[in-house]
């Protein structure tokens, strides 16, 4: 994780502002001789495009994707293949509506990066966040297409957990309901109160966080390098690095500061073919940074979208005091669209650390 | 963050086993001229050696840290200084005590790394868990010493905040506390809970969870490389590569998904030298993953230790079924002393991106 | 160094084939503030072009370049400025002339990549060398130009010295003749022999190799991190990863073997401003892997073209004995332009540890 | 390669200065189960260890190597392997002569790297060139030693081919001539040549410079990462990071500028097996930037030793004109020793390689 690359052996490099011409990514590492197309990061990124119901932001951008190298023709399939070379893509900006930046050119907005950015170069692109717009994640997005393809098996889906203070009713968890709803919620019923909850926070200008939850199957046994690039501390600095992450937990998390060693600790048994079976998983697949052949599963929170029509103190670049008020078009709760983001960042570790164990273990 | 170094800039590179001959660290990329001896190193490394109290293992290790490269008399002030080449610290291990390792030398410790490791690399030290005890932080914290060197003004300071599920009182946090107790806990009447609490859990041979939190105080505004080396994201990293560690957040955190963004939003106001002055710090310091200028604040999660005396399922190495009791010196909550590893991870952490800032910007 | 991305703080990352849509590179770790326009690099750019005599390939490409991010107006100058985000620069391929690659799709070119990127990848694009086309090299001019704005009054010129075995006479050496001839060199009399000399290859149908020597003046003192990254060992490594070059010396080079300890050794006396004058420059400018601040000496050998008229003995990849003739256009001695590659490698490894140097001492 | 690592996989990191307590290395990423022992390490040392003739210098170091973690009894054979963790070597200073260093403590020795780090750190060990001395090499060798058993059948052998201006016949090359000299010179009427022009030099207080050519066979088809991680690149910087190298090829290098296009590319032709038979091996066994099968063939020049007993011109720290003659123990062609440490380093490369071509390729 270095400036704008992540990932050791399946790097990613992704650059572009909100309103530049165009953003993208180069995956650097790929293993050769998977098939890829245009179609099959162009899915990914249609569940994270903007302006797909009211609970994103109206921003209409169609997100589409181009692979200008690292893919040609297999000779014995015929169809397009990675060849080992660098994958580089390309999304042009579309919708970079015109508009007046004055309000925000020289005022700091609370909770967003526009002073911190200021004060560490001097100079920013205040147009939409620049560099520091959700709109980077869309290259987050397509390169984890790419890495779901790297681990034979390999499934990673997320979930919209908890909205604001409302959680959702785990005994209800329903794979099948994600794709029912705008919230990428696996309960039925939390998402039916999410979307009044939401309205109402939407219509007040208002906005709110949430806790986004990432499950990995078919992990094999055995990746993380112990004892830096442990799984769960790279898949830490991968979440943590989405905007707006405030926290990051693997397993039981947080929780099992509660726990004593008995309760929390995953027993084991023997299954039939010999291999261990763990009782119950509050290691979230991971232990000693080694995963365990368990679903590996990790949680995120994220802060509520600074954007609110609600006028906030600040500053402005001279250092006088001013009001902020965000007009324009935003998500009243952005942990919505993290979570085929935080999909993305950790099938990207994984699809890492797959070649990493395959590296020093053969 | 790559197998067992970590740092862009300041980098540290650990090695060492529980019962191998010694551990240590090599620290290279350190500024030249800053004055360093051993003392400076024992003082913090005194801090986390085990047998202080009746509340960590009872393992005699003196952690007598010997520099043996890098450091050479200043010809200005003929005291011990940094040359600028690799700083390589050795702390020897001491008490290995004899012992029969047969009870976990095939037999798979439940919430222990053993079977990962197997898994992984078809052989492992087992002796006191090899490469994956909590020895292996000694070095961090000897690493963390030079680190806190580099940033000039830079305090940090680690807190135990919750043991099991009982939190402290934030209103009584009194930073002279902290040495006051066995438990680095700024809060006395929570202290004085812990002990009795924690020698039931000891005397009961169980184990119990912690969340420790870190404050970083004259943190440069500006440090963070967005976007994939924010400084919350290798923070994150940094942490979670704990032994025990679950979970990480900074400032608000997981809370912070709970607010709406009229509370969760940092508002600012113009200081009388006209710099921005932050009226809360939900954002734990770092907006956009670069430093405010505001205190970093992170917290994290450490699971309770697995080794208790309760009898446990778990598989051997053959794949049978039995039952593991871990006997012998354990911290019934490992937590405590994680405390100052956590300030030398952060401490790290921030004299990384003091030299990465320094180097783009100048 | 490592698969497509260079440098430690000033990273390049490239990516691109010969036909592919497009190439071009991320240039990630500038410094804000430093201005720069599409014109600069395009100058650049304009050196290195195809096609502009009859010494090199006929291919016509413009070479276009444009910047994508990391470049924004600055609030104080109004002119465009790097903002320390990463810089994408795309170069769209415009002459892929169609084209029978029957000829070479299944055969191994002799002096090629072919057959090693068959053998590692199990697939290549095969159109115009692929990945290994030295059409990657205008990718690494572009972050040259760059580089050259990173460190202050640095000047990095190229000139051709050797080709095949007719050496420059360097009591001629005129850095103004460079411009007057298509080859850079910097001898005029040798330049109007190799005119007639290559003229002769080229009909032909033959090749020829090359020596070339970068000189970069006003590099700073103190630049390179010894020991393994020293600033010759980078050198070495950028202008090796160069196509087609074969060895890479500093400073007297592979002659300094035949010198005595007397001759070799620069001697050294004080300046009228007390600072060292170096009496010779056998070091090149770097002694103990760090810069001196005399000008830093680099020389690479290109080997000839591979692509010639005349048959040569291969197989095929169903390991069938074949002959194989390259048509098309083809450079008769690739080593000219590699002079302006060289200068931008050179350029960017100075930058590179400018920053680092920067960052570890201030 | 970064300061004091180099490796992406098979990293290994030095410490140590010449006069320090010790010397040693944190070999990381090495692949377990590899059998290793203090032994297989002592045994390349040894090649290394000075004071061995009257032609290198008379500094009595046993080179003791203690292995102080990564190694374990494997449980099925019982002995000592590689357990994937951090191995750590440590190599105690033992004869560190007393002596006045007031000679050099504030001059610059001519050729040496007094002047540099002093300009570039403010402080330096001066003792024995401190960190820029080559005992550093000791560790790169132990190191090597390791490397060499990563890749199966892989063998790295090493020679002097030129003393001064005095090159070696090949077609008298005999491998086992090597350790019939103190040269490791594989032509004996060459080396007999050596020992009496040496002993002239060694008398005369002069010294002189050498080539030397590493040979590395069974390297695998298909490794380097193109391509700024190609082979030959990270050969290049690996010799050229060895103290006094002044110039690195491969295969016919610095040669190839002089051939033809038809003379310069290797012929191919199919094998019994179907596998291609190269006809010659200019290319010494790369092709670009992967290896070909063929032995992959490199060869460095080392500049004379500055330590000699003439005085030279040179300065002190405060910028006074200065004689500088340095007494003392020296090599007068530290090229000799510089061939096991020339094995070492491209021993470590190709394992590097090995490993991240396995990660990626499978």
Redesign the interface.
């Known amino acids: ?6 990932g ?2 399946f ?1 990613v ?5 909100s309103h ?5 990514c ?1 995956v ?6 998977i098939p890829l197309t245009e179609a099959d990061i162009q899915a990914e990124l249609d569940r994270r495009r903007p302006g797909q119901s009211r609970f994103t932001t109206q921003r209409r951008e169609p997100d589409q994707v ?1 692979i ?3 893919v ?1 023709e ?2 014995r399939t015929g169809g397009p ?1 990675t ?6 893509l ?1 999304i042009e900006n579309v919708d970079q509506r015109s508009k007046d930046y004055g309000e925000i050119r020289d005022k ?6 526009d ?3 200021d ?7 205040y147009r939409g966040g ?3 717009s959700a709109r ?1 994640t869309a290259a987050r997005v397509a390169a984890g297409a790419i890495a779901r393809k790297v681990v034979p098996g390999l499934t990673v889906r997320g979930a919209l957990v ?1 909205m ?2 409302h959680k959702i009713d785990r005994s209800r968890w329903n794979w099948n309901e994600i794709a029912n709803n705008p919230f990428f919620c696996p309960d039925a019923e939390a998402a039916a109160f999410y979307e009044t909850y939401l309205d109402e ?1 939407r219509k007040s200008g ?6 986004i939850e990432v499950v990995a199957e078919n992990v094999p ?2 990746l ?7 799984l ?10 989405i ?1 707006a992450v ?17 309760d ?7 299954g039939n073919d ?3 079976v763990f ?1 119950s998983n ?3 697949g ?8 368990q679903p590996v599963v990790a949680r995120f ?8 029509l ?1 006028p ?4 402005d670049r001279e ?3 001013v009001d902020v008020m965000t007009k324009g078009r935003h998500d009243p709760c952005v ?1 919505i669209r993290a979570v085929p983001v935080g999909e993305a960042m950790v099938a990207c570790v994984i699809a890492d650390h797959f ?8």
């Open positions: 994780m270095s400036h704008n690359t992540f050791h052996l790097r490099t992704t650059f572009g502002e530049g011409p165009a953003l993208g180069v650097d590492g790929c293993p050769p001789r181009k200008l190298s690292g040609f297999d000779d293949v060849t080992g070379t660098p994958i580089a390309l700091y907005r609370p909770g967003h990066a002073f911190t950015y004060a560490k170069y001097g100079v920013r692109d620049g560099r520091s980077e908890q604001g203070p926070i208002s906005s709110v966080g949430a806790v046994v055995g993380g390098a112990p004892v830096y690039g442990k769960d501390a790279d898949l830490a600095a991968a979440l943590m690095s905007n405030k926290g990051v937990e693997i397993g039981a998390g947080f929780a099992s500061a509660e726990l004593t060693g008995e929390n600790a995953d027993e084991i048994r023997a010999g291999a261990p009782l509050n290691a979230g991971i232990l000693g940074g080694i995963s365990t052949g929170a994220v802060k509520p979208t600074s954007s609110i609600t906030r103190r600040s500053v250092g006088h005091d942990g070649l990493r164990h395959r590296a020093q273990v053969g």
